[in-house]
């Protein structure tokens, strides 16, 4: 199975700052990489498809970049409502991986 | 737009066997890939398995090869997980998500509320 590897596992930010996750992946999975958001208690929800490709409804200041096995999302002004756990997924395989998860906190 | 409502919370003995429903609407089940994805407490996300529009088959992972069934009634465009042999690793919040593909790309772009399973003696 392809495993994804997402860094940090957390992070504290303040409102304002720009916020940047990584997610590599151990094999090359050309921009078959997506990005979800989950809040406690609720289920996952579409940020980013296709490593750049921004899912409909979401805020500009969401952002993702790379390909191959080197990917991230940044955040470019982070707001109250972004406070939150952030997840890569691989769907370049026919088994679909998810990275660790990066939570992102209130500084 | 796709709307997935799923079965309530559930309490199972170790052993035993759960079955969660997914309720389809704005669409029709048939022309969606229907994937299934759980959430152990304070976990990450976990794929199950899923539609592989390729060749049509549902393909599970191998962790749960043998005690998973995913299975759909077109008639009430209902999808089903079924998970035996259930035993305490196996609590977490079990959601069903479809599937969306650009190009061969594809990505979950609709989740259910997620249904609570909860194994305890």
């Known amino acids: 199975d392809i495993q994804m590897t997402q860094s940090p596992s957390s992070l504290s930010a303040s409102v304002g700052d720009r916020v940047t996750i990584s997610c590599r992946a151990s094999?090359?999975?050309?921009?078959?990489l997506h990005w979800y958001q989950q809040k406690p208690g609720t289920a996952p929800k579409l940020l980013i498809y296709a490593a750049s490709s921004l899912q409909s409804g979401v805020p500009s200041r969401f952002s993702g970049s790379g390909s191959g096995t080197d990917f991230s999302l940044t955040i470019s002004s982070l707001q109250a409502e972004d406070f939150a756990t952030y997840y890569c997924q691989q769907s370049y395989s026919t088994v679909v991986t998810f990275g660790g998860g990066t939570k992102v906190e209130s500084k | 737009q796709v709307q997935l409502v799923q079965s309530g919370a559930e309490v199972k003995k170790p052993g035993a066997s759960v079955k969660v429903s997914c309720k389809v609407s704005g669409h029709t089940l048939s022309e969606l890939a229907m994937h299934w994805v759980r959430q152990a407490p304070e976990e990450g996300l976990e794929w199950m398995g899923g539609?592989?529009?390729?060749?049509?088959?549902?393909t599970y992972a191998q962790k749960f090869q043998g005690r998973v069934t995913m299975n759909e009634d077109s008639s009430t465009d209902t999808a089903y997980l079924e998970l035996s042999s259930l035993r305490s690793e196996d609590t977490a919040v079990y959601y069903c998500v479809t599937e969306s593909c650009s190009s061969g790309n594809c990505c979950f772009d609709n989740w259910g509320q997620g249904t609570r399973v909860t194994v305890s003696s």
């Open positions: 094999q090359s999975i050309n921009n078959y």
């Open positions: 539609y592989d529009p390729e060749d049509g088959e549902i």
